[in-house]
């Protein structure tokens, strides 16, 4: 059980272009996901947190008009990175809390960004 | 500040030489402490959740505990496929859920 999909695993764009990355709960509904990057070997830095219906709170430092966050349904929640730029290139990991449950975030496979 | 340390960085067992990584971690009201293992190029996966001082939990050849300033994750004769990234985090009261990170270990099992 709890378990989180990403698509797509891998992705190459070009400089200028967009991309959207997806997030699903397959097995679970959740009210809560976030949006994480990760480094070579760093730990995962928290993006956004993104509530269903509602928008979503990005942290700080986060350009919110370049990484669009979309909760619409229960299950799905999008990632795009509008703009990209070979700065942008990174591991992006989704994670989501089961409704009524607390705290405990289960982590989709991350998606491998790279901009040419 | 909030702050959590693993240690060691990294390790290397032999098969079946039982080892413990530690987690420390200063936090303002402590909500939960978390276990997760990441592989290489892989989303973190989901081990345990301790959330009070002298908590344990097992699964498989792990083992949690939790202190009020610490938590160990013991393996009992690990296999090579034991081998990943161990991840702690903790989330504190009032911080709307977000995990705090340690830089994990990075533990090596040679067969």
């Known amino acids: 059980g709890a378990v989180v999909s990403q698509h797509p695993s891998r992705v190459i764009c070009k400089s200028g272009t967009s991309v959207k990355i997806e997030c699903r709960s397959l097995?679970?509904?959740?009210?809560?996901m976030f949006w994480y990057r990760q480094f070579p070997k760093k730990s995962l830095m928290l993006m956004a947190t993104?509530?269903?219906?509602?928008?979503?709170?990005?942290e700080q430092g986060v350009e919110k008009d370049k990484f669009l966050i979309n909760h619409a349904s229960l299950t799905l929640s999008t990632l795009t990175v509008t703009s990209a730029h070979p700065e942008d290139s990174s591991f992006y990991i989704c994670?989501?809390?089961?409704?009524?449950?607390?705290?405990?975030?289960?982590f989709g496979p991350g998606t491998r960004l790279t901009v040419t | 500040e909030d702050q959590v340390t693993q240690s060691p960085e990294a390790l290397r067992l032999q098969e079946g030489e039982s080892s413990s990584l530690n987690c420390s971690y200063t936090?303002?009201?402590?909500?939960?402490l978390f276990w997760y293992r990441q592989d290489p190029g892989k989303g973190p996966e989901f081990l345990f959740t301790?959330?009070?001082?002298?908590e344990e939990k097992e699964k498989e050849r792990l083992k949690a505990t939790l202190t009020k300033k610490e938590s160990f994750l013991h393996i009992t004769a690990p296999k090579p496929e034991d081998s990943a990234t161990y991840l702690c985090a903790v989330i504190n009261a009032g911080n709307n859920r977000k995990l705090i990170w340690g830089l994990g270990t990075s533990l090596g099992v040679n067969p």
């Open positions: 993104s509530n269903e219906g509602s928008k979503a709170t990005y």
């Open positions: 936090v303002s009201g402590l909500r939960g």
């Open positions: 301790l959330y009070s001082a002298g």
């Open positions: 097995d679970f509904q959740a009210t809560t």
């Open positions: 994670s989501a809390i089961p409704s009524g449950r607390s705290y405990e975030q289960y």
